[in-house]
């Protein structure tokens, strides 16, 4: 069966610091991972996503995950967070040539100055 | 150029009710998929439509039914509804078939009292 965990579900950051979320993800076929961003009563943003080649991929924003297939895991991490920066992240996985996505339970972002 | 559309972006309704929510897709687009996100959660897949027909459907009743216009636009119906059908209602568009190429709509947000 298809899942994403985001074992944190807020977490708390001081503006300039490094940030690291994290996404565990089952899946039985090649997966497509996705991190998308989210702020308040807004649609979803996509940050950056993963299907084959350099396991590290850069993003907008100065974000960048890598994807590590013996640990089923594709963190999101920023070296140097800003304030706007803080609203909610979405993890996903997909299968080539499907439309569904199936989405983490998402970790909520706090930066304090 | 105009990205996915959605109306309208707020609604009350009440328990027993039907709504109507609509999209337009992002302008080059053929397929729409539609998404549920209740408060606290990632988006689930409710549906995909394309070519004016249902391709691939999510764990959801057939309360909820979609519809797809020869302009690629597409409706969501939800009838008899529940206080848990409250939540943002995400449409994505896309050219073809694949995660990747999904754009979000900011979503019409559904309040069921």
């Known amino acids: 069966a298809q899942s994403v965990t985001q074992p944190d579900i807020h977490i708390t950051v001081s503006e300039g610091a490094s940030l690291e979320l994290r996404c565990n993800y089952s899946?039985?076929?090649?997966?497509?991972l996705f991190w998308y961003v989210q702020s308040p009563g807004q649609g979803l943003q996509l940050l950056l996503k993963?299907?084959?080649?350099?396991?590290l991929v850069q993003g907008i924003k100065g974000f960048e995950a890598e994807f590590k297939r013996s640990q089923s895991s594709f963190n999101l991490r920023k070296p140097s967070v800003h304030w706007s920066d803080a609203a909610e992240y979405f993890c996903?996985?997909?299968?080539?040539?499907?439309?569904?996505?199936?989405f983490g339970t998402g970790t909520r972002l706090t930066v304090i100055p | 150029d105009a990205g996915v559309t959605q109306s309208p972006t707020h609604l009350i309704k009440t328990r027993g009710q039907q709504v109507t929510l609509r999209c337009s897709p992002k302008?080059?687009?053929?397929?729409v998929s539609w998404y549920q996100q209740a408060l606290g959660q990632g988006p689930q897949f409710i549906f995909q439509?394309?070519?004016?027909?249902?391709?691939q459907r999510g764990n959801f009743p057939d309360r909820f039914s979609g519809h797809q216009f020869p302009n690629y636009s597409s409706e969501l119906n939800v009838n008899a509804l529940l206080l848990g059908d409250s939540a943002l209602y995400l449409c994505a568009s896309s050219l073809g078939f694949g995660p990747e190429k999904l754009f979000f709509g900011s979503g019409t947000q559904l309040s069921v009292l």
């Open positions: 899946y039985g076929a090649t997966p497509y």
């Open positions: 302008s080059g687009h053929d397929t």
């Open positions: 439509y394309y070519e004016e027909e249902e391709r």
């Open positions: 993963y299907f084959s080649g350099d396991t």
């Open positions: 996903a996985v997909g299968a080539q040539g499907a439309n569904n996505l199936f």
